[in-house]
């Protein structure tokens, strides 16, 4: 069997994939990132049958009847449904390669650097039991780095904040290692938590995680604008049970979000805090650069420049950094294996 799976895999395209609590990204090698889409399956309760995976069952979010569930089968960046992770992964694995008999890849998934040997174990076994031939990890950090064109391997500290929808990570990184980092299970989907809170306590409306994330989008910003925003917000009325609608600012959102996006600028302090003197100089001068979708966020790099006092960039593609980074990863050692 193993010999066959090494005959098919010279014809599986190498996939690097960004496993992300929200949206799973997948790079198949020299043809770019073909899959950007949720990290949700629909499930029926009845028959633990899937239903639906990826964008279909992002839209069935709060919208299922009782035997169907939108789950996500990741938490804060690891796998808390085994057997959900393996059918999604398998799904968008077939997605991107139809020709299934063909479909042994070898892959480089990119993980938190916090999780625990038990959780990284979880990741390769449900890799594997998607299909793939071989499966190697990478440190999330260390794979935004790449993937943002930082110069990972060279003697000087670069330091990378990457805000992914269920762990924010920090490192700094130089000669190919993780010279100091720091991992936190807040990010965002914990933005998204603060603004659906903050509406329920201060207008008695309740609103479900889609309306909270688009309001995020549209309104969240971590730093004053120059224009305020406003927009109308639907949902239920706590008190009558009713649908009702509010009208609510950009001002509002940045105050209901500054408790989550203040614990991330500590942490940032804190990573800086820990660097050696030489790394700290470098970073000062080379500035630090935001990845993942949290870098999104309008004003972070303002608020995280002003409060380090360090020059704070976004990077070019800031959501793709991570699986960008992975496929290089890829690349690279591959490329050092053959030749060996």
Not at 15 to 27: E, K, S, W
Not at 64 to 73: D, E
Not at 121 to 145: F, H, K, N, Q, T
Not at 293 to 311: K, N, Y
Request: charged fraction near 25%.
């Amino acid at each position: 069997m193993r010999a066959a799976l090494s005959w098919t895999s010279r014809f599986s395209p190498d996939l690097g994939i960004d496993l992300g609590t929200a949206n799973t990204l997948v790079h198949v090698a020299g043809r770019g990132i073909l899959l950007r889409e949720p990290s949700v399956v629909a499930v029926d309760m009845a028959d633990n049958r899937v239903l639906a995976v990826g964008e279909d069952a992002k839209r069935m979010v709060g919208r299922t009847p009782a035997r169907i569930a939108a789950v996500r089968p990741l938490r804060d960046g690891v796998i808390a449904d085994f057997d959900i992770t393996e059918a999604m992964l398998r799904h968008f694995i077939r997605k991107v390669q139809p020709q299934r008999w063909l479909s042994h890849p070898r892959m480089v998934v990119g993980v938190p650097s916090g999780i625990t040997e038990v959780e990284r174990r979880a990741v390769e076994d449900a890799a594997r039991e998607a299909g793939a031939y071989e499966c190697e990890l990478i440190d999330e950090p260390m794979a935004a780095a790449i993937g943002a064109g930082l110069p990972v391997a060279e003697p000087v500290g670069n330091m990378i904040l990457d805000i992914g929808g269920g762990t924010t990570e920090i490192a700094v990184i130089s000669l190919g290692g993780i010279c100091t980092q720091r991992s936190m299970r807040i990010a965002g989907e914990e933005i998204d938590e603060a603004i659906s809170g903050y509406i329920r306590r201060e207008f008695n409306l309740y609103i479900g995680e889609s309306t909270a994330e688009h309001i995020k989008i549209r309104l969240g910003s971590a730093f004053p604008r120059q224009e305020e925003e406003e927009m109308e917000v639907r949902g239920k009325d706590l008190l009558s049970g009713l649908p009702r609608s509010i009208v609510i600012t950009s001002g509002e959102i940045r105050e209901a979000i500054q408790g989550t996006v203040n614990a991330i600028v500590e942490m940032v302090k804190e990573t800086l805090d820990a660097t050696a003197p030489e790394l700290a100089a470098d970073v000062m001068n080379r500035g630090i650069v935001l990845a993942g979708g949290g870098a999104l966020l309008q004003g972070l790099d303002q608020l995280v420049s002003a409060e380090t006092d360090i020059p704070v960039y976004v990077a070019e593609d800031p959501l793709t950094c991570v699986a960008l980074g992975c496929a290089k990863y890829l690349e690279e050692l591959h490329g050092l294996h053959s030749r060996k």
